[in-house]
């Protein structure tokens, strides 16, 4: 009788087991999140309504096709490359974030260059003007941008230049690395850098800007191109902004940052690099958007099937349970 019931005990306990196997209920679908990183631009600084953000423009567009796509906002005003490359390594809930995101942006190196020309600045008129929240109008003068130009091409100064050009790419390299490592199935969408004096009334200012924008945009395209991936895409803000300044940025308020039309014209720039034909028939299938129909809930068949399932382990656990309470009283009458 005791061996009838130990068996009997153990047929049901492996039909269990294969039952839960055979029946797993559907894993939840993940649900596609846009991470935009970097700086003041990323962050939407000079916007008084956020949602005139590109971030959040681009969101809107994003959602048109995905309506149930979230989005986060990591930029950060002052952010350097170096800033923002040392919050993708160490930061981690970012890091959680970048790892789970559909697309990424970025926005970077604007900081980079104000540091090169206040440094310079302050190097011709003697003022500091790192913490300038505008741009300084004396700086603005005719006569002291073309002393800005001639100190940045002078031998000591290029050198200089040289070696920053050199570190910024290194960390614009190591970006790219760390990000394609954390997540290789995000679409990555970069930004060239744009001239905030382009087009407007300071064309001195501005060739002194090109100066280093120019060659540092030339890094950043050089680091996407040599990805090789359809993954890892490019916009040339610079080129939507040039020759524009006066309508796409602040500068007649002595502002960098972009017009509430500059926000949109690089949400809908970083749209259309992002849908444009070659993309959408480059992608993998396995990297494209999860779109509405794609992510619907799980069937009433589905939900029928895991109820039943639900029922039927209940059902064999008391049975369990019974068989193993007799097994206990013949154990006691031994």
């Known amino acids: 009788m005791k061996r009838n019931l130990i068996n009997s005990i153990l047929i049901l306990f492996f039909s269990l087991t294969l039952t839960g196997n055979l029946f797993i209920c559907p894993a939840a679908k993940t649900v596609p999140t846009y991470v935009a990183i970097g700086d003041s631009i990323t962050q939407g600084t000079g916007m008084k309504e956020k949602e005139n953000c590109f971030v959040n423009q681009f969101t809107k567009l994003l959602q048109d096709d995905i309506p149930e796509l979230t989005s986060y906002n990591y930029g950060k005003q002052g952010d350097t490359i170096t800033d923002t490359l040392t919050k993708v390594r160490e930061d981690k809930e970012l890091r959680k974030r ?92 970069n930004q060239t850098i744009y001239n905030p004096a382009s087009g407007s009334e300071y064309e001195s200012l501005a060739q002194a800007i090109d100066y280093v924008t120019v060659k540092m945009n030339a890094v950043i395209s050089d680091e996407v191109y040599e990805q090789d991936s359809e993954r890892i895409l490019l916009t040339d803000t610079y080129a939507l902004f040039k020759n524009q300044a006066p309508r796409y940025v602040r500068i007649m308020k002595d502002d960098i940052h972009p017009t509430k039309e500059g926000h949109q014209l690089i949400a809908d720039s970083l749209y259309e690099t992002l849908y444009s034909p070659k993309v959408k028939e480059t992608i993998a299938s396995d990297t494209k958007p999860v779109t509405s129909e794609e992510s619907e809930p799980i069937s009433e068949t589905e939900t029928d099937k895991v109820s039943s399932v639900t029922v039927l382990l209940s059902i064999g656990t008391i049975a369990f349970l019974i068989l193993f309470i007799r097994l206990l009283r013949e154990i006691g009458r031994e």
């Open 98 to 189: 970048l790892s789970n995101a559909t697309y990424i942006s970025i926005t970077t190196g604007g900081n980079d260059i104000l540091k090169i020309a206040s440094d310079t600045a302050k190097n011709i008129t003697h003022t500091n003007y790192r913490k300038a929240k505008k741009i300084p109008k004396y700086i603005k003068n005719e006569n002291v941008a073309k002393m800005i130009l001639l100190y940045l091409q002078k031998g000591s100064t290029k050198e200089k230049l040289n070696d920053f050009l050199n570190t910024f790419t290194e960390n614009y390299h190591a970006l790219l690395e760390e990000l394609i490592a954390l997540n290789p199935n995000a679409i990555i969408l």
